[in-house]
């Protein structure tokens, strides 16, 4: 199970990465230059997301090395940076609207990767979780926890991505024009996406020190859950007054909202059992395959609507990655479920 757990992510990578290449090299069909890259660039966050799994799960089964601690989370980084870059890159020497409008899309899918990344840094102590939760009371200091220092620097890393988001968001919107309208849009749903992973990032983080209290218990699900919310119905409501400029930034945002639900399922559960028991436990991991479900499955509309009208084209391509990625935090939650059951 441990080694499926681990293929899940990889998997999904590769299906990211053969897809988004297939569809650059179409040519044909108005924004297959957009998906294509967007698809490629969604790699990076399964990359990411595999660095947690195999951090976790080398933890459970004895196995996490000196070397595991320190090349796992630079994978992770080096997927996001290098992202990152190639989404600078594309927005600011690209020679088309399609490369400027994926190249701003490839930089905020890099910044979730980056604080994808996080989790697996933050979580190279995970063990201590459910010791903590077993054997500690609230606020004793563990002997083996995070420096103060470290704390706060991976605290940091998704707020700091979630504000550099979220303003640059912002800038496009303002700019009033077509292709800023679908770059500024999209970049609003990948900073609430980012604003999710603080919530993740902070429960592991302050489980570990042991500063996990009762009263926050279900504050960062509910915050996970509102940041997924409001990505539907801003998805939704751009495209009530209908424009061909709104439809592949509302579906989009309409998958990276379900992207939030299934990071969601991850602080759920470890919220859910923290010192206690909780029997459903083993049920939360399928929130991100009903997740998952529903992009493959808006997905496959969305690809017999885009025969009839091209502006489908793009979202019903984006969605089959969105999908791939909730698949792979199914891998995710199930290992915390082993890692946290009793």
Same mark, same amino acid.
Request: a positive charge; aromatic letters at 10%; proline letters at 4%.
């Given at each position: 199970?441990?080694?499926?757990?681990?293929?899940?992510?990889?998997?999904?990578?590769?299906?990211?990465?053969?897809?988004?290449?297939?569809?650059?090299?179409?040519?044909?069909?108005?924004?297959?230059?957009?998906?294509?890259?967007?698809?490629?660039? *969604?790699?990076?966050? &399964?990359?990411? =997301?595999?660095?947690?799994?195999? @951090?976790?799960? $080398? #933890?459970?089964? !004895? %196995? /996490?090395?000196?070397?595991?601690?320190?090349?796992?989370?630079?994978?992770?980084?080096?997927?996001?940076?290098?992202?990152?870059?190639?989404?600078?890159?594309?927005?600011?020497?690209?020679?088309?609207?399609?490369?400027?409008?994926?190249?701003?899309?490839?930089?905020?899918?890099?910044?979730?990767?980056?604080?994808?990344?996080?989790?697996?840094?933050?979580?190279?102590?995970?063990?201590?979780?459910?010791?903590?939760?077993?054997?500690?009371?609230?606020?004793?200091?563990?002997?083996?926890?995070?420096?103060?220092?470290?704390?706060?620097?991976?605290?940091?890393?998704?707020?700091?991505?979630?504000?550099?988001?979220?303003?640059?968001?912002?800038?496009?919107?303002?700019?009033?024009?077509?292709?800023?309208?679908?770059?500024?849009?999209?970049?609003?749903? *990948?900073?609430?996406? &980012?604003?999710? =992973?603080?919530?993740?990032?902070? @429960?592991?983080? $302050? #489980?570990?020190? !042991? %500063? /996990?209290?009762?009263?926050?218990?279900?504050?960062?699900?509910?915050?996970?859950?509102?940041?997924?919310?409001?990505?539907?119905?801003?998805?939704?409501?751009?495209?009530?007054?209908?424009?061909?400029?709104?439809?592949?930034?509302?579906?989009?945002?309409?998958?990276?909202?379900?992207?939030?639900?299934?990071?969601?399922?991850?602080?759920?559960?470890?919220?859910?059992?923290?010192?206690?028991?909780?029997?459903?436990?083993?049920?939360?991991?399928?929130?991100?395959?009903?997740?998952?479900?529903?992009?493959?499955?808006?997905?496959?509309?969305?690809?017999?609507?885009?025969?009839?009208?091209?502006?489908?084209?793009?979202?019903?391509?984006?969605?089959?990655?969105?999908?791939?990625?909730?698949?792979?935090?199914?891998?995710?939650?199930?290992?915390?479920?082993?890692?946290?059951?009793?």
């Amino acid at each position: 199970m441990s080694i499926l757990f681990r293929i899940i992510p990889l998997a999904m990578g590769v299906i990211c990465l053969a897809f988004g290449m297939y569809v650059r090299t179409m040519s044909i069909g108005s924004g297959y230059i957009i998906a294509g890259n967007v698809l490629i660039a *969604l790699t990076a966050i &399964c990359i990411a =997301l595999f660095s947690t799994a195999a @951090t976790i799960i $080398r #933890q459970l089964i !004895n %196995k /996490f090395s000196r070397a595991d601690r320190i090349v796992l989370p630079i994978l992770g980084y080096t997927a996001g940076v290098i992202t990152c870059l190639c989404g600078i890159y594309l927005f600011i020497f690209g020679k088309t609207t399609d490369d400027i409008v994926s190249g701003n899309v490839v930089f905020g899918v890099g910044l979730i990767a980056c604080c994808v990344a996080t989790v697996a840094i933050s979580s190279a102590k995970f063990t201590m979780i459910p010791q903590n939760s077993e054997n500690l009371t609230y606020k004793d200091v563990p002997s083996n926890r995070y420096s103060n220092s470290r704390y706060y620097a991976y605290f940091s890393v998704p707020i700091v991505a979630t504000a550099i988001a979220l303003i640059y968001a912002s800038v496009l919107i303002g700019r009033n024009t077509p292709p800023d309208f679908v770059a500024g849009h999209v970049m609003v749903g *990948l900073g609430l996406v &980012c604003a999710s =992973l603080i919530a993740l990032v902070g @429960t592991v983080l $302050r #489980q570990i020190q !042991n %500063k /996990f209290g009762k009263k926050e218990r279900w504050i960062w699900s509910v915050f996970v859950g509102i940041m997924g919310s409001i990505c539907i119905i801003w998805g939704i409501a751009i495209m009530i007054p209908y424009s061909a400029a709104a439809v592949a930034p509302g579906f989009v945002l309409i998958g990276l909202g379900m992207i939030c639900y299934s990071i969601s399922s991850k602080v759920i559960l470890l919220a859910s059992v923290w010192r206690r028991n909780e029997p459903l436990a083993n049920r939360i991991p399928l929130i991100p395959i009903v997740t998952a479900l529903t992009c493959l499955f808006l997905s496959a509309f969305l690809f017999e609507t885009s025969y009839l009208n091209s502006n489908f084209f793009v979202p019903s391509h984006i969605m089959v990655g969105l999908g791939a990625v909730c698949f792979t935090l199914f891998a995710i939650v199930s290992i915390l479920e082993s890692g946290t059951s009793k």
